[in-house]
Structures are given as C-alpha cells and as structure tokens.
C-alpha cells in the first residue's frame, strides 16, 4: 500500500479496510506493507487493518508520480518481495471489492500479473501489448520483481503508469498477462467502471 497519507487516505483507511479485509480472503491471508511518506497514526494501523501486522517504510515525498515510482524501485531494490508468491499493490483508496475472480487468476500457473488497462478503447484480457498498466492496482509474480527490475529501467518516465508498462513488458509479451474487464477510467488512470472487482473511490461515504 502506497501513500502519501492525507487526511482522505487515513479515512479510507480507518473506515473502509476493516470491512475490505473482513470480507476478502486474499487480504486475510496478505502480509501487509504501508510505505508511507507520513507518520501512520497508531490507531490506524491496529484498527483499520483488523489486528494484522503491518511494516511501515518510511519515505521522503518529492511528489505525486515520483513517490508512486520511488515506491517499487525501493521494494526491488531492497527485496522486500522475497519469499511471497504474489505482490498486489494497491492505494488506501483502492479497494478490492470482490476476490473470487483475483483468487482465481492467481491460482493459473499460466498467468504472472494481472492488470487494469488505463485505455478504455483496447479491449484485450492477454497478450496486451498495447496496453497501459494501470499503477493504481496491479498483481504479479515476484520473480519480475528483481532488484533491477524497476531501478534500471532505461527512463525516465513521466509517470508511474509508463514505468509500471516497461516493468512488465515481459509478462505481457510472454502472454501471461490477465486484465481486468469492464474498466471504463474515462482517460483518467482511475480504475473504475460497473462491476470491476478493484475500485478506485472518491470518498469514503
């Protein structure tokens, strides 16, 4: 979980993560991971993440694209990813709603990311070569997670979503890629749309 930490992202997180993780099993069963540019209020991190341990990693914000960068670079390089079988980043206001068809994707020994396209008009499930990977939401496979994975890639990018696409440019070449279906982020990298299982919300009402 990557953040800044406003005032809305430790909303999200106090109100709406007891009920995410309550009603998922793929966040019952996570490891979780704050990197965080803020002091997490202590009575965030017990409550909001229903009694689970959570690491906090500390960084200093040199912007809004920079820290959504800043935080795979840094997770690679010093392999905080080892030892798990998937990574799933997310933003506090990034909600995983339903985890049946996530589970389900994770468990195909054919697939090594799954990811929500922010180009609305590319309708493609695998092999999307064309693609923008959202940097919202995605899930992969920590063995493309190395330590060079991210801090040298040949850049620079203008944005997270342009490093997250080079990143796993592999996965989807290779054709074990998986995308969300149904997204409509009306050209704004917002994952959303009617029924997608991750949700990128505006409030926490």
Not at 71 to 82: C, G, H, K, L, S
Not at 90 to 111: A, F, Q
Not at 146 to 165: H, I, K, M, N, V
Not at 186 to 204: D, E, F, K, M
Request: proline letters at 5%; aromatic letters at 10%.
């Amino acid at each position: 979980i990557t953040t800044h930490l406003p005032e809305l992202h430790v909303a999200f997180l106090r109100k709406c993560w007891p009920g995410l993780i309550a009603n998922s099993v793929l966040l019952q069963h996570a490891d979780m991971l704050l990197f965080t540019a803020g002091e997490p209020p202590l009575d965030m991190l017990q409550d909001g993440f229903g009694g689970k341990k959570v690491r906090v990693e500390r960084y200093n914000n040199t912007g809004y694209q920079e820290g959504a960068m800043l935080a795979m670079e840094t997770a690679t390089v010093q392999r905080w990813f080892d030892g798990y079988d998937w990574v799933v980043r997310v933003n506090p206001d990034v909600l995983i709603l339903d985890d049946e068809w996530l589970i389900e994707t994770m468990l195909d020994d054919g697939v090594d990311g799954i990811f929500a396209n922010c180009q609305d008009y590319l309708v493609c499930q695998k092999n999307c070569l064309n693609s923008l990977v959202n940097s919202d939401f995605f899930a992969v496979r920590p063995m493309h997670l190395g330590p060079r994975s991210f801090s040298e890639l040949p850049g620079p990018y203008q944005t997270a979503e342009d490093q997250a696409t080079a990143a796993f440019r592999e996965i989807v070449k290779e054709g074990r890629d998986r995308w969300i279906a149904g997204t409509n982020m009306q050209n704004t990298c917002r994952i959303r749309g009617p029924g997608v299982p991750v949700l990128h919300a505006h409030s926490v009402a």
